[in-house]
């Protein structure tokens, strides 16, 4: 997805959320200052393959033999901690850093890319984190417009995001183990990012013309972008 077709959709984010495209563009800078530019090749394992992109919910802890079963796994935030204690391989981490930035820096070591995502509010974490962190396995993202190593493959969350990056990247077919939009256990700010992640995945299964399975049931309700 190239940046003009992203950037109404993140106008209408900010606008929602009441956040700052300066600060986003602060934190990007930040991040750029502290990175190489991404080797895209990295991304060759994802293209025509079947890609499980799994979520942080609770219900992953049920799902991680569909996460296991696909050929790729790009894991979301804590994802990639539950799926390893699990025995799963992960093959690409996305986060903002606010949950297990240990296991960030632990995949980096291991030669598993990680996508390290500026924004905001963030910029203590990428400070104190991306330095840790094995600087050839990093791929840096914003949400702002690209500059320099940094880049924007689309979406909001780290789980809408890791999606995108695999549409980027050329997957085949998606699957969403881990995904719980109605998750009652999280605050009132997770609720209206879910939704806005669910809306992220309705207008990408229709970019691609593909139907995600975790949106069966859900469509009708979803506010279209």
Do not use: C
């Not at 606008?15 to 990007?28: I, L, M």
């Not at 890319?113 to 509010?121: I, L, N, Q, T």
């Not at 939704?195 to 995945?201: G, K, Q, S, V």
Request: charged fraction near 30%.
């Amino acid at each position: 997805m190239n940046y003009e077709t992203w950037e109404p959709v993140y106008e209408r984010i900010l606008s929602d959320f009441g956040y700052s495209r300066a600060a986003d563009e602060r934190a990007r800078d930040v991040l750029a200052g502290l990175v190489d530019p991404v080797d895209e090749s990295r991304f060759a394992p994802l293209a025509d393959a079947t890609v499980a992109v799994a979520g942080a919910g609770p219900s992953l802890d049920d799902e991680t033999d569909a996460a296991a079963a696909a050929d790729v796994v790009v894991a979301a935030s804590a994802a990639a901690r539950t799926l390893r204690a699990a025995g799963v391989g992960v093959d690409l981490m996305v986060t903002d850093l606010d949950k297990t930035p240990e296991t960030a820096r632990d995949l980096t070591h291991e030669g598993v890319p990680v996508a390290v995502h500026a924004h905001g509010d963030n910029v203590p974490a990428v400070e104190r984190w991306v330095p840790r962190l094995d600087g050839d396995h990093v791929v840096p993202t914003t949400q702002a417009a690209p500059r320099g190593p940094v880049v924007n493959y689309g979406g909001f969350t780290d789980g809408d995001r890791a999606a995108f990056l695999a549409d980027a990247a050329g997957a085949e077919t998606l699957r969403f183990p881990g995904w719980d939009f109605d998750d009652a256990t999280v605050s009132a700010a997770k609720r209206r990012k879910l939704a806005w992640a669910e809306r992220l995945l309705a207008w990408l299964e229709r970019r691609r013309g593909e139907r995600f399975a975790v949106l069966d049931g859900r469509r009708a309700g979803i506010d279209p972008l």
